[in-house]
């Protein structure tokens, strides 16, 4: 167990709808970065959030968005649902050490979503 | 040139064989590298990390660093069908928390 966890497990929507999915990060840990992992590929890094700032977003369109919370939880949120949005979505926590790269991302158990 | 490329496998082993993974990245200043295991279905697993160049063990598992060649390979030893899964070789982007991931190879350990 990694102290991270993640609602739902799984979810199915219609394209055009909108989805918001959780996390909760261990206790102390101000960064929380999100993947999308689609079937045979690795996760594709979406952004981080550091102390309730975004710190990094990787190449997802602004229909992607996230917030942090000060209690170590985190939602991403995806607007106009597609099909080729469907993908196991990934949370991450880490310390957050700023420049630290060296950092072990701990993955939540992850939600499936799934878009007819 | 993707920035991390793994073969995609699968790699057939059988029981009590060593399996070797590998992993090629692009990045000459990459500093650190991780080797998460993900089974069917789950979310993936840290199972090594290694920083120097050289081995690095962990009961069953030896990661190996060859900056010069930008190579990182796991070894599992003894393997077990238990071991069955996809192991991902992830490397962070510089300066920054991103891990930038490899497709897996997909291990299978047969009895």
């Known amino acids: 167990e990694t102290g991270v966890t993640q609602s739902p497990t799984h979810l199915i929507k219609t394209r055009g709808q909108q989805v918001t999915l959780r996390c909760s990060s261990q206790?102390?840990?101000?960064?929380v970065s999100w993947y999308q992992q689609a079937l045979g590929q690795g996760p594709q890094f979406i952004f981080q959030?550091?102390?309730?700032?975004?710190?990094g977003r990787g190449n997802f369109p602004p229909r992607f968005s996230g917030l942090q919370f000060p209690n170590y939880s985190s939602e991403l949120n995806v607007n106009a649902l597609e099909l080729d949005d469907s993908a196991l979505y990934l949370c991450?926590?880490?310390?957050?050490?700023?420049?630290?790269?060296?950092?072990?991302?701990?993955f939540g158990p992850g939600t499936r979503l799934l878009v007819l | 040139q993707k920035e991390v490329e793994q073969n995609s496998g699968p790699l057939s082993v059988p029981e009590g064989a060593i399996a070797s993974l590998n992993c090629t990245y692009s990045d000459r200043g990459s500093q650190s590298f991780f080797w998460y295991r993900q089974y069917s279905g789950k979310s993936p697993e840290l199972i090594m990390s290694i920083y120097s160049n050289g081995d690095q063990e962990d009961g069953r598992f030896t990661a190996q660093l060859n900056k010069a060649s930008q190579y990182v390979s796991l070894l599992i030893r003894d393997s077990q069908p238990s071991d069955s899964a996809t192991y991902l070789c992830?490397?962070?982007?510089?300066?920054?928390?991103?891990?930038?991931f490899g497709t897996g190879t997909r291990l299978l350990v047969s009895p």
């Open positions: 206790s102390g840990h101000n960064t």
């Open positions: 992830a490397v962070p982007r510089r300066g920054f928390q991103k891990l930038v």
């Open positions: 959030y550091y102390r309730e700032e975004e710190n």
């Open positions: 991450a926590s880490s310390l957050g050490l700023a420049a630290l790269q060296q950092e072990t991302q701990y």
